[in-house]
């Protein structure tokens, strides 16, 4: 079965707006991904100076606790 024109030129117009939607759509993902992305490396550089400091914190209580309990061996 053949088409008519208006419905070819009708389908190649709607083709085309799909892959302008689909095109967007894309590239809204794709920017909300970076900005994920940038949130979650900014997370991350909080976290590992959290965890440093922390670990910096229990390793002088740890030399606290066993100088204290140095003295009172000695």
């Known amino acids: 079965m053949q ?14 707006n799909f892959n302008v939607r689909v095109n967007s759509l894309r590239l809204s993902c794709l920017y909300q991904l970076e900005e994920i992305n940038y949130y979650c490396d900014q997370v991350f550089t909080c976290l590992d100076d959290w965890v440093v400091e922390a670990v910096k914190r229990d390793n002088k209580s740890c030399q606290r606790i066993i100088k204290y309990l140095k003295q009172q061996i000695d």
């Open 3 to 16: 088409s008519s024109p208006e419905v070819r030129k009708a389908i190649t117009t709607e083709r085309m």
